[in-house]
């Protein structure tokens, strides 16, 4: 830095008053733990951010010390306390010591205050304090002036409330400068306005949002409204700052707005330059007649005039009338159409459906946009962005749900029984790391119940360990178009991360290649157990919990079969025996499988008292049957003469075991067929003869019925408990032979996709929530979900190259899990609407709870619990400069086979829903010829294998859409990429469903994606960016050297496109 050293010097020799402090002090210069001088005893004089050391007193400053980029240490001792101060750009510490307690602790609070950080914090305590002697001042002169019927019964003061619509926005308005001064003749003007509002309570400015900039006009017409939602505290009293800057250069200046207070001052910026100021009170806008302000606009001093700001107060929902040829003439060289931000607005199915949305989304923001259409009518755009609630309920409920499996699982290996050494201390191991992955399940579930910031992670929080299992930027993009011939439509999209397991990393690749290593690996080697393939341990798993549902319901629809007995009740007695017989004959055939008998004869193995000739080596192939399973295993058991007790295993055994339930049930059947026969024979004979004293005497008491139906139902129950526990042994034995055959691997790999599995999961929930919601009128949609289910399609726009292929093979197997989930709707017994997650891994059932008047409008299989199926999709195409690189130099197969894959998914689910569904349950324009085409293009288009093919999107989406399926956009952190994709496609409906014009296709995406039109978004709320810094380049010509280096002539283009975009800059 610059500096006068006689300046410093004569400042340094003045007067000892004119310093903040002055003393002697020890000083020497410290690197690490090594002091490069011994200390030495200086005279040092404190002024503002400057510290002089000199010798003594009278002599001149020897060192001056800037006190900015520092901090001070302060080392604490019974004796003294010594001083480091450090310095941000790594110069030696200076060590500070002084010859008392008092002074050295004196001396680190001025130097601490010294610099301009300090002077800061003394400034914003005066401001504070001056806001507080104001606030007391304002409230003692409220409670003198204000009337009696404003004061509450606390003394506070009341204000006029602004009378709106119930979830309507309480203010909005428009403005529009004329005749702007500026500081030369012939100096276009590049303005924008900021909002601020007053408070009255509080008399605390608060910037709230601002205008987009418009170019080279002294008369700009902003199309960028100000908008208040419902629950701002906003009265007739507020008054509203409103400030217009003057922008030198469009691109280096960022607009930072923000709805929360915000007490920094805007940035000093080169870039722009204030013009003047205009303020006024919200209630001379809403009572004046014409429901508009013309206000002067003045320099900071109050004294030159610089021109008029038009404030026109806008009702939400309005669409004027008439032609928009004189809009289309004024706008022609603006960037975009009239934008109107808005929050929270009213759900288009009526307020009876607010209860269920409000639980589910979060923070909405919401623009409203207006555009001419080809015949030069308005039609009205209202864009919504909404956070879920979900992003971390799902998550939550889905941990606890396999804290629960798992500790079950653990119980079942514990209660396994007695097992052979080999086996034993295989089960303790794998007891053991099941245990350390409990743990960590459980401590995972605590982190985030301790959890109360946002309500989505962002992307720059993808890495953190404690929220793995959350969704990245999951997002409700809805766009509602209300056009002037056609009927209303509502498009909405889900953007979010792609699931994935990123503190897993992606070294080794994602799900989709470790699951097959991992598989091939159990195969192929010769692990000491047993190998059971991936549908086996599927089936174990499916029976297990087929015991754990229909055990209890079993033994308490024979507890109802015996209470009705008890009470002779015939009618009772036929509808209990109906459910018991139902759910008996469930329960048997979930053990009609040749796995449970071959699990029961590999767990005879495993009991001490039969040994193995050799040990039982894994199968070479995956695809041998169930039935041949373990076929060898009899000449491979040999009784130990030692243990006389053990028997050979009767094979049969089980299926007399098995049968006894079947044959039990048929006994029940048999006494309840006979006490029914016996009942209607009396009943005849008493209706025919007259009943003589003696059965007066003798009534028929149920007695009788209980007695003879109690011995029964216990042999019943017993047969059944039999069966129950040679079942899940023999099940718990197939489970063992899966965690044991690959530890820690599979451990690891459960939870890689339980992470994955998570976030795809949170997504469908909110996307299936918001559809039901939209579709809840429409009864050709409840048809086809009960009837077929829903299409959920999945737009990824990751690359193939690096460690983006690991993230798609992890969103294509999360993806395709999401088949074993169903749903499930129920009314809604309280004022919690929030999904119930029930079930376990790979069968989930999500119970989705409606207000009771919603709940009415569903068709009656709906309502009595008909299971909902799902069919989701996944179509990828890399768009950005990493797939060039995989295009050229790389693979793209997988991209490839996943779109494969999916289209067969698509084209099952087409063929459901023709074969299911009547012709006529789609709308008028939406025909089974138009959908066989769209089909066959999309699948000539995947074929074609064309490099960055963006109509497979176009057309996967078109399809889901006129299927009325559920859509989602995903790309590694849904920002860039899926923010361009999805106002795209918001763009083109336009155009295609509802005649944009086309002079305003380009206008209205560049408005959509503008992010000067965000308002209300800051840079660390915003989830199109996640996390931003003021330096970040707003810019989008920066491309990676790498790019470049592939090929000369792409460097070629870059220099060139660099050129034109520098030249077109400073024109």
């Given at each position: 830095m610059r500096f006068n050293a006689k300046d410093l010097a004569s400042l340094a020799r003045r007067p000892s008053g004119c310093f903040d402090k002055e003393g002697k002090l020890k000083i020497c210069r410290v690197v690490g733990d090594e002091t490069l001088i011994e200390p030495r005893e200086r005279w040092c004089r404190l002024k503002g951010n400057l510290l002089f050391l000199m010798k003594n007193k009278t002599s001149e400053a020897s060192e001056v010390v800037i006190l900015e980029r520092c901090w001070i240490v302060e080392f604490r001792t019974k004796t003294d306390v010594s001083i480091v101060l450090k310095f941000q750009s790594g110069e030696p510490d200076l060590y500070l010591e002084a010859a008392s307690k008092p002074d050295c602790e004196s001396w680190a609070v001025a130097l601490g205050e010294a610099n301009s950080e300090g002077l800061r914090n003394k400034i914003q305590q005066l401001r504070k304090?001056?806001?507080?002697?104001?606030?007391?001042?304002?409230?003692?002169?409220?409670?003198?002036?204000?009337?009696?019927?404003?004061?509450?019964?606390?003394?506070?003061?009341?204000?006029?409330?602004?009378?709106?619509?119930?979830?309507?926005?309480?203010?909005?308005?428009?403005?529009?400068?004329?005749?702007?001064?500026?500081?030369?003749?012939?100096?276009?003007?590049?303005?924008?306005?900021?909002?601020?509002?007053?408070?009255?309570?509080?008399?605390?400015?608060?910037?709230?949002?601002?205008?987009?900039?418009?170019?080279?006009?002294?008369?700009?017409?902003?199309?960028?409204?100000?908008?208040?939602?419902?629950?701002?505290?906003?009265?007739?009293?507020?008054?509203?700052?409103?400030?217009?800057?003057?922008?030198?250069?469009?691109?280096?200046?960022?607009?930072?707005?923000?709805?929360?207070?915000?007490?920094?001052?805007?940035?000093?910026?080169?870039?722009?330059?204030?013009?003047?100021?205009?303020?006024?009170?919200?209630?001379?806008?809403?009572?004046?007649?014409?429901?508009?302000?013309?206000?002067?606009?003045?320099?900071?001093?109050?004294?030159?005039?610089?021109?008029?700001?038009?404030?026109?107060?806008?009702?939400?929902?309005?669409?004027?009338?008439?032609?928009?040829?004189?809009?289309?003439?004024?706008?022609?060289?603006?960037?975009?159409?009239?934008?109107?931000?808005?929050?929270?607005?009213?759900?288009i199915s009526g307020k009876d459906n607010l209860p269920l949305l409000n639980a589910v989304l979060k923070n909405p923001i919401c623009k409203l946009y207006r555009f001419p259409t080809?015949?030069?009518?308005?039609?009205?755009?209202?864009?919504?962005?909404?956070?879920?609630?979900?992003?971390?309920?799902?998550?939550?409920?889905?941990?606890?749900?396999?804290?629960?499996?798992?500790?079950?699982?653990?119980?079942?290996?514990?209660?396994?029984?007695?097992?052979?050494?080999?086996?034993?201390?295989?089960?303790?191991?794998?007891?053991?790391?099941?245990?350390?992955?409990?743990?960590?399940?459980?401590?995972?579930?605590?982190?985030?119940?301790?959890?109360?910031?946002?309500?989505?992670?962002?992307?720059?929080?993808?890495?953190?360990?404690?929220?793995?299992?959350?969704?990245?930027?999951?997002?409700?993009?809805?766009?509602?178009?209300?056009?002037?011939?056609?009927?209303?439509?509502?498009?909405?999209?889900?953007?979010?991360?792609?699931?994935?397991?990123?503190?897993?990393?992606?070294?080794?690749g994602g799900l989709r290649k470790l699951l097959t290593k991992f598989e091939a690996e159990r195969r192929n080697t010769g692990y000491q157990c047993i190998y059971y393939s991936p549908e086996n341990t599927a089936k174990a798993k499916e029976v297990l919990s087929n015991i754990n549902h229909l055990q209890p319901l079993i033994s308490s629809h024979a507890d109802l079969l015996l209470n009705s007995a008890s009470q002779h009740s015939p009618d009772s007695l036929k509808n209990s025996l109906k459910m018991l017989s139902e759910k008996t004959e469930l329960f048997v055939h979930a053990f009609k499988d040749q796995l449970v008998r071959s699990a029961l004869l590999a767990l005879y193995t495993a009991r001490p008292g039969c040994v193995l000739k050799k040990p039982v080596m894994p199968r070479n192939s995956a695809e041998e049957g169930s039935d041949s399973q373990h076929q060898d295993h009899p000449s491979q058991i040999k009784r130990q003469d030692s243990i006389p007790h053990h028997s050979e295993y009767d094979e049969e055994e089980w299926d007399r075991v098995w049968a006894n339930v079947g044959k039990s049930l048929n006994c029940v059947i048999a006494m309840v067929d006979r006490l029914l026969e016996k009942d209607n024979s009396s009943s005849i004979k008493e209706g025919e003869n007259e009943p003589s004293p003696a059965d007066h005497k003798m009534p028929h008491t149920g007695g009788d019925w209980y007695e003879q139906l109690y011995p029964l139902v216990i042999t019943l129950k017993d047969c059944m408990g039999e069966v129950v526990t040679r079942a899940k042994q023999s099940m718990t034995f197939v489970l063992l032979q899966e965690l044991a055959c690959g530890l820690p691997q599979c451990l690891m790999l459960t939870l890689r996709r339980d992470i994955v599995f998570s976030q795809a999961l949170a997504g469908l929930v909110c996307g299936f929530i918001i559809r039901l919601h939209t579709g809840l009128h429409d009864q050709g949609f409840l048809q086809q979900l009960h009837t077929v289910g829903l299409l959920v399609q999945y737009e990824g726009l990751l690359s193939t190259y690096s460690e983006e292929a690991g993230m798609l093979e992890d969103m294509a197997v999360g993806i395709s899990d999401l088949q074993k989930v169903m749903f499930k709707i129920i009314e809604a017994k309280s004022e919690d609407f929030l999904p119930i997650i029930t079930g376990r891994r790979e069968h989930y059932i999500i119970e989705v709870q409606l207000p009771a008047k919603m709940f009415e409008l569903l068709p009656q299989e709906i309502k009595e619990g008909k299971l909902l199926r799902m069919y989701p999709v996944l179509f990828n195409v890399g768009i950005n400069e990493q797939q060039t690189l995989a295009e050229r130099f790389g693979d793209t197969t997988l991209q490839e086979n996943i779109n494969q894959e999916n289209f067969e998914l698509l084209k099952e689910y087409y063929k459901l829903f023709t074969e299911k569904m009547p012709p006529d349950c789609l709308p008028h324009f939406q025909e089974q010829n138009d959908l066989k085409g769209l089909l066959e293009n999309l699948h000539q288009n995947i074929q074609s294998k064309k490099r960055k093919n963006v109509e497979i999107m176009w057309l996967a989406a078109t399809i889901c859409r006129k299927l009325n399926g559920i859509r989602f956009t995903c790309c590694k952190s849904a920002k860039d990429r899926t923010s361009m994709s999805v106002t795209l496609e918001q763009c083109s409906i336009l155009r295609d469903e509802h005649q944009l014009h086309k002079d305003f296709f380009i206008r209205a995406l560049d408005c959509m994606r503008s992010r000067q039109t965000q308002g209300a978004l800051n840079e660390s709320d915003d989830p199109e960016t996640g996390c931003l810094t003021d330096n970040k380049p707003t810019s989008r010509h920066f491309y990676p050297v790498a790019l470049l280096l592939v090929s000369s002539h792409l460097l070629v283009v870059w220099l060139i496109l660099s050129l034109a975009l520098l030249l077109a800059k400073y024109q």
């Open positions: 304090l001056i806001m507080e002697i104001k606030e007391e001042r304002s409230s003692d002169e409220a409670q003198q002036f204000v009337p009696s019927s404003q004061v509450d019964s606390l003394g506070e003061p009341q204000f006029t409330s602004i009378q709106r619509i119930a979830n309507e926005p309480k203010l909005e308005f428009s403005l529009a400068c004329k005749d702007l001064v500026a500081a030369t003749r012939d100096r276009k003007l590049n303005t924008f306005i900021q909002v601020s509002v007053v408070h009255p309570a509080e008399h605390v400015l608060t910037r709230y949002s601002s205008t987009e900039i418009v170019e080279a006009t002294r008369d700009p017409l902003f199309l960028t409204g100000v908008t208040f939602p419902p629950e701002y505290p906003i009265y007739e009293e507020t008054k509203i700052k409103l400030t217009v800057y003057d922008v030198k250069d469009k691109f280096q200046d960022t607009v930072r707005t923000s709805v929360l207070p915000d007490h920094k001052e805007p940035r000093a910026d080169a870039g722009r330059s204030f013009l003047g100021c205009t303020t006024f009170r919200v209630g001379d806008l809403v009572k004046s007649k014409e429901q508009q302000l013309t206000l002067t606009l003045r320099t900071s001093d109050g004294g030159k005039t610089v021109g008029t700001i038009e404030v026109n107060l806008v009702k939400m929902g309005e669409i004027e009338d008439g032609e928009a040829d004189q809009v289309t003439a004024d706008t022609q060289d603006r960037k975009c159409a009239l934008v109107r931000e808005c929050t929270a607005p009213e759900g080809s015949d030069n009518k308005w039609m009205q755009i209202r864009e919504q962005m909404a956070e879920t609630t979900l992003s971390f309920h799902v998550p939550k409920e889905l941990i606890n749900l396999h804290i629960k499996e798992d500790m079950r699982r653990n119980q079942e290996l514990k209660e396994l029984g007695e097992l052979a050494p080999h086996w034993d201390n295989m089960r303790k191991n794998v007891i053991a790391h099941c245990d350390q992955m409990l743990c960590l399940y459980q401590d995972t579930l605590a982190e985030l119940g301790k959890h109360t910031g946002s309500s989505f992670k962002s992307s720059c929080s993808k890495g953190e360990k404690t929220l793995e299992f959350i969704p990245i930027n999951l997002h409700l993009q809805r766009m509602h178009v209300h056009s002037p011939r056609l009927k209303d439509a509502v498009y909405d999209v889900i953007t979010v991360g792609a699931p994935a397991a990123h503190c897993q990393g992606f070294k080794n």
